[in-house]
């Protein structure tokens, strides 16, 4: 068995989706809900998160709004309110609760609505990590060797190694746990940089090379902390 | 418009529900109760449900079914080391648990649509209409397999069921709306047979779930077997009885611990009583509140962790939860609420009847789906993560658990063999890492077209509906063909069964029927009888031979009749014997006010 994680939508198909009322054929022009027949339409999928939620495509979002949109849709499409409707009806405000809440949980969390404008802006949203990060590449590697000790240690080990290995242990996770602080400074450094870079009006060659930099090192940061939180929680369940 | 009703169907109690205007009633019964126990007799003259069903627990225990909530979505390896309470014999056929009642055996959604057509009954009773649609509540942690056996019951008993809600969610949605509560609220719900702990953060008559969490396996039940583990650890030990001696008392120990608990939440300490088999006379102790408390406390105890991981999935701190609602019969009991008060630093709400908050619950949603209550919406979540099963065993998550609902999760699958035609999908639902450790919920096999390896591309649509039931489709990324797939649920009832369990329950429907009017005439026909053998010691001197003989052939004729399974013939013959005893019942009312009015002066006449 094979998986492939699908791709975003291609741009271009933007809107192409729900240009004509499934059921009076009458044009529709981004409305949810048809304006001759009033039945609610399928929310398309090639729309970005950003704009099916109707915030602008930025990395500092006023979540209060955010919220406020979420309700607002999710009183327009939830099944509760299409019981007595057609099967049809009943099919599409399934499906648009089911992308509206994707949408608004990948926006809701910076860490994942960070990964998500990533992958709209540059294709895929992160590398996944099998190597440490550089500047931390002999630590992770002590630690981990430790971590193995651990796990593997039998119960009439020695205790007052144990007790070194625990306290190493202990001392490694905290300079980690750190270290991902310090990661998600930069990465609110660069959300604020980057949101300001939108609000440029002309992008120039300075810009777009601003704008390519930006996005490497969100990427890098990103896949990171990933790294490292998969360590840390590993360290955590052995540990406790 | 039809009526849809809002239904808790419980591990120890069942109520329905509706709503009248704007506020949510529970339907009693003929005597005023509302509840009804989740058991099921079946006895040698029909089936009985509820009240009288609850007598037969003690008298008839190996054909009287109680708690069978426990085995919904089961099969017999998840209740490993808990079969030995049960009087009635288990055992598995395809995956799902069957219950063996003399040579008959049931499906827990077979034994649970008795009930709901016995709470069917109620409410078509009460309303003067007929009910086919209903909303059903399940604990929050329930799984998919559960939800399913549930939903499955709900049409064996002719019932629609539109909706699946989570326990501690309805509960809100009653509490809501009597309160109008908004802000950040925990909803503590320990039932009989399951815990949940549901987080929701209530706005503007939005209910958002933002995390739940919970035990399918722990509620009162447990508590009871606690103190019945001591009874019969005393009784050992004091009169040398073992279990298997006495299994007939199984269930006079088992009620009688439920009762001395239930005192306990009241009383200080309470006095407890079996009568004990072999002439062995009277087992009695005093059970104080501290000695249940050491007995149970660990299972208290057993609620905080899911309440803490639930806490951390919303991302809160105990202190920010603004109120705490307690759910649930077993949260009477002031050890739960003292640990709850705890945990959460706040005195817990328990307003609303804690018994019945959840049908009332289920009766709001009921009305939303009508059409009927417009302002309020639930916004769900799944309980548990939903993945698949992948190279060297690993579960690959899909959909995280406490995403909202309807939820649902792409994935793209292809072949690795040149000419493959399909490709197997485990699906899987749980927290852990290894698919083997992880509920197996379906397998299916996704039909591909031959070609060379890694060609084909299969979209693969996982859904979590509204009901936290999982739907799956399939679309040739190619062609564009969808592809229909019959999920093949690992432990659950299949639609063939279902469809047979339909049409028996209407057979069954047919019988009880007949069998209840059946056990109606008898009785009545028992009491006649008594009532005229009585008539004859006190006045049978006071009427001719030719009477008496004439009395005497209808009783001879009614009691032949008693015999036969005709209940319209019974009848008949007790209005005979009431013609015929028509003037010795009024012989006797004369000589009682005669014996009355003698020696009394007409100054003491009433």
């Known amino acids: 068995m094979d998986q492939t994680h699908n791709m975003p939508g291609k741009r271009t198909e933007l809107q192409m989706a729900r240009s004509m009322c499934w059921h009076c054929q009458s044009e529709v022009h981004g409305e949810y809900f048809c304006v ?183 990427r890098e940061i990103l896949s990171n902390r990933t790294y490292l939180r998969n360590i840390v929680n590993d360290m955590v369940a052995t540990t406790g | 418009m039809t009526r849809i009703v809002g239904i808790d169907l419980g591990t120890t109690n069942s109520l329905i529900a509706y709503m009248e205007g704007d506020t949510p009633r529970v339907i009693p019964g003929r005597h005023g109760r509302t509840l009804v126990p989740s058991v099921v007799a079946m006895t040698d003259n029909g089936l009985l449900v509820g009240d009288p069903a609850k007598e037969h627990l003690v008298r008839n225990p190996e054909r009287t079914i109680y708690s069978v909530k426990r085995f919904m979505g089961k099969g017999l390896a998840d209740l490993a ?59 929050a942690y329930f799984n998919d397999s559960q939800r399913q056996a549930t939903k499955d019951a709900g049409l064996i008993a002719g019932l629609e069921v539109l909706r699946i809600v989570n326990e501690p969610t309805a509960a809100s949605l009653a509490y809501g709306l009597q309160k109008r509560t908004q802000g950040i609220i925990a909803v503590y719900d320990l039932g009989g047979g399951t815990f949940d702990i549901s987080i929701l953060k209530l706005k503007n008559g939005i209910f958002e779930v933002l ?28 009169y040398g009885l073992d279990r298997e001696q ?18 306990l ?89 804690p018994d019945e908050v959840v049908a009332l619950g289920a009766a709001v949603q009921a009305d939303i789906l009508s059409g009927g209550t417009q302002d309020m919406l639930l916004l769900d979540v799944t309980p548990l993560s939903l993945g698949i099963e992948t190279m060297g065993g690993v579960t690959s998550t899909l959909i995280r658990r406490n995403t909202t609902i309807p939820a649902s999760a792409k994935e793209m699958f292809t072949t690795y063999v040149d000419g493959q035609t399909s490709v197997d999908i485990h699906v899987l639902q749980g927290e852990r890492e290894l698919a083997k450790d992880n509920r197996s919920l379906a397998r299916f096999q996704l039909r591909v077209p031959p070609l060379p390896a890694g060609v084909p591309r299969v979209e693969v649509m996982f859904l979590i509906d509204a009901n936290g039931i999982l739907n799956v489709s399939a679309k040739d990324v190619r062609t564009g063909q969808i592809q229909s797939i019959e999920v093949k649920p690992s432990s659950g009832l299949t639609d063939e069964e279902v469809e047979r369990m339909i049409t028996e329950s209407f057979k069954f429907a047919a019988d009880d029927l007949k069998a209840r009017q059946l056990i109606e005439a008898r009785t009545e026909a028992e009491a006649i009888v008594k009532a005229t053998e009585k008539a004859f010691a006190l006045g049978g001197h006071l009427i001719g031979a030719e009477e008496t003989a004439l009395i005497k052939a209808s009783l001879g004729r009614l009691q032949t009749a008693t015999s036969s399974d005709d209940h319209r013939g019974i009848r008949a013959r007790i209005a005979d014997v009431e013609k015929a005893t028509h003037h010795l019942a009024e012989v006797l009312m004369d000589s009682t006010l005669k014996e009355a009015l003698q020696g009394k002066k007409l100054s003491e006449l009433p």
């Open chain 1, 36 to 218: 001759q027949c009033v039945k609610v339409q399928p929310v398309s999928k090639e729309l970005d998160y950003f704009t099916c939620l109707g915030l602008p495509r930025l990395l500092n979002i006023d979540l209060g709004a955010l919220e406020a949109k979420f309700y607002e849709l999710s009183r327009a499409f939830h099944p509760d309110f299409f019981q007595n409707k057609s099967e049809s009806e009943q099919a599409i405000s399934l499906g648009n609760s089911a992308l509206l809440n994707t949408a608004y949980r990948t926006l809701k969390d910076p860490i994942r609505r960070a990964e998500y404008l990533i992958q709209l802006e540059a294709g895929s949203a992160k590398d996944i990590r099998t190597s440490p990060p550089a500047d931390l590449f002999e630590e992770i590697l002590a630690l981990q060797e430790d971590l193995e000790e651990f796990r593997s240690a039998s119960p009439g080990q020695n205790p007052v190694h144990m007790e070194e290995l625990r306290t190493r242990l202990k001392v490694d996770r905290e300079t980690l746990e750190r270290r991902q602080l310090e990661m998600e400074h930069r990465l609110a450094e660069l959300f604020t940089a980057w949101d300001k870079l939108q609000s440029r009006k002309q992008p120039d060659d300075q810009a777009r090379r601003e704008r390519d930099a930006m996005l490497k090192e969100m």
């Open chain 2, 81 to 139: 080391g808990e079969l030995k309470y049960f009087p009635y014999k288990l055992h598995e056929q395809g995956g799902v648990i069957r219950i063996q009642i003399g040579d008959k055996t049931y499906s827990p959604p077979q034994i649970s649509a008795m009930i709901l057509k016995e709470l069917k009954l109620r409410a078509e009773a009460h309303l003067g209409e007929e009910i086919r649609k209903a909303v059903i509540t399940v604990p």
């Open chain 2, 211 to 238: 995390a739940t969490n919970g035990n399918t396996h722990l509620g009162g039940d447990d508590f009871d077997r606690r103190v019945a583990n001591l009874i019969l650890k005393e009784v050992r030990d004091q």
């Open chain 2, 246 to 263: 006495y299994p007939d008392t199984m269930q006079s120990v088992r009620l009688e611990a439920e009762r001395a608990k239930i005192r």
């Open chain 2, 265 to 353: 939440s009241d009383d200080q300490k309470t006095t407890i009583a079996i009568e004990l088999p072999a002439r062995k006379g009277e087992y009695r102790r005093e059970l104080t509140r501290d000695q249940l408390e050491a007995l149970t406390m660990d299972l208290v105890e057993q609620t905080i962790g899911p309440c803490r991981l639930a806490l951390k999935d919303a991302g809160l701190q105990p202190s920010e939860i603004d109120e705490v609602v307690l759910v649930g019969g077993a949260t009477r009991m002031p050890l739960v609420r003292r640990r709850v008060q705890e945990l959460f630093g706040k005195v817990p709400h328990s307003e609303i009847n």
